[in-house]
């Protein structure tokens, strides 16, 4: 949610600014904003919309100055507006500052503040930070924001500039990610670290309560109290060419295809001779050989992607397993203890409720297990270990590569668990790991059709469209799967209606007798995956009871599949044959492609649908 970034050092702030906001949009996108310090004042400019609107204004009227910082929103205090975008002023405007997170105590702080004359513009929580600057600066700007920072309660990345010092960049974090690029002669501030690969690939994560001074050849960082910290330069492995479009009209779309090739990568460098390494596992197998239970928690995507893991993990290594939404596993009474393994699985390792629910594990003793794809992020650093999924960056919100990573992270890790409870025979395991390893081709054989002239997803999109204007918008869809494929059907409709904004709900196919199959008429179009598998003549009867009462089905089905010929389904998509246990791994890739098209036949802005962020950084 929000994204910042800072610059000093000799090149043209704006520039630098603006590229990196084009790197973070991802984070929030509904208004945008810089400020400078150019011949000895504050420049300052903001605008609600997208950031195309700011670069367009700053094409015309550019702003000059090598010291700047910089803000893409996600609104929380206040609507989006030119007024309430960031950067934010103090009174005499000679403060600017940028931050992602809330300020809780802000109301508190803003009334004493306006009782002591300071006057506000905004509706924002994060003004208030500028004011209380204002209030202790006395020539000393990182002084001013230690000060500040300690009355602060909540959670802040920001960055600040002083007219008065224009050799000086500030930065602080709390619960907020923030690094810190490191160049030759220039140093940078962001919220994540594509902002800055395009001049550096050393970083430093700052961690919680840190505040760091920037001159353009010189970095330090204390705590709140004034200590200095020493703190590791890390190397970046991702490439620059990783967070561009590469010539596909959306990252969505180049992240779908990336999947056969991500899912090779992670078992390429996890898999030795037929047998998993996990090299950054600081868990010890003795420690994992009394493991007795085992509680998965995520948002969103990653949860879907905990549910599959609790199918394998429970089936192969027969550990019990229980899946938990963050957002409910903080707030409850969650029975875990010291024999737990609580995995929190989260792509951008910064989920507000995710880092909740871990640190709320680790308080009750469990082991915690982060499946992570930003390296160095909270979650990664925070969990007693943690398996990257190395996915490169993830730029579209709607998540896709990092779902087939995570599943194929959660494939490893039961073989190796597995391997560790001896509940299913080596010879069995052996058997899996090669199937496992044929995946990513049949993933990038069903890929590869879909790039084709002729896609039929986006004629199944086209035909949708037409239906849904004939039906007056009354249509909308219903995924249907059982087992292993169950969790699918949640992620095909959580794709579906964050990019198109078309109603879908998930079920399990069994339930549908207990209420949703009331909803059954002309309009619902049924997603029904009906892959081979130990389900698959249960989930025939739900398609013929769907057909029975006038639903429109789409079937997910296996390449070959004489039966489902005589089932009368209105639309087929064929997936390769594979053994049962992988099949989500391409099931899921026509799931996320029939939303993508959808989305392309409505019109909408697929790499940032409204409302979202993909960072999800406060509660
Ligand atoms: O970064 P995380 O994996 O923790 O994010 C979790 C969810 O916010 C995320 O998966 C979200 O649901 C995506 N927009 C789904 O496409």
Known sequence: MCGIIGYIG?????????????????????????AVVEGGKINLVKRQGKLRILINELETSPLGGSLGVGHTRWAT???????????????SGKIAVVHNGIVENYLALRQSLTKEGHKFLSETDTETIAHLIEKFYKGDLEEAVIKALKLIKGSYAIAVIHKDEPETLIGARCDSPLIIGVGSNENFLASDVPAVLDYTKNVIYLENHEVVKLTKD????????????HKKISTVKWDV???????????????????GDVVKGILDERLVKDKVVFDELKIKESDLKKIKKIAIVACGTAYHAGLTGKYMLEEYARIPCWVDTSSEFRYRNPMVDSQTLAIIVSQSGETADSLAALREAKKRGAKTLGICNVVGSSIAREADGVIYTHAGPEIAVASTKAYTAQLAIFYLLTLYLARIT???????LNVLTRELTKMPIVMNELITQYRSDYNILAAYAEEFKRYYFEKHNKSYFLYLGRNINYPNALEGALKLKEISYISAEGYP??????????????NPWVVCIAV??????????????????GGIVIGVVTEGDKEIQHYNINYLIEIPRCEELFSPLLVVIPLQLLAYYVAKEFGYDIDQPRNLAKSVTVE
């Open 509 to 522: 196919a069994g339930e549908m007798k207990h209420g949703p199959i009331a909803l059954i008429d002309e």
């Open 422 to 428: 001896k509940a299913t025979p080596v010879s069995k």
């Open 218 to 229: 010189s970095v330090r960082v204390k705590d709140l109290s004034g200590r200095v910290t």
């Open 532 to 549: 081979k598998c130990k389900t698959y003549d249960k989930m025939l009867s739900n398609i013929q009871e769907i057909k029975a009462r």
């Open 241 to 259: 060419s990783q967070a561009e479009k590469a010539g596909y009209p959306h990252f969505m779309l180049k992240e779908i295809y990336e999947q």
């Open 77 to 91: 205090h206040g609507v989006p507006s030119d007024t309430n975008a960031h950067p934010h002023l103090d009174c």
């Open 10 to 34: 000799n090149r043209k702030a704006q520039d630098v600014v603006l590229k990196g906001l084009g790197r973070l949009e991802y984070r929030g996108y509904d208004s945008a904003g810089i």
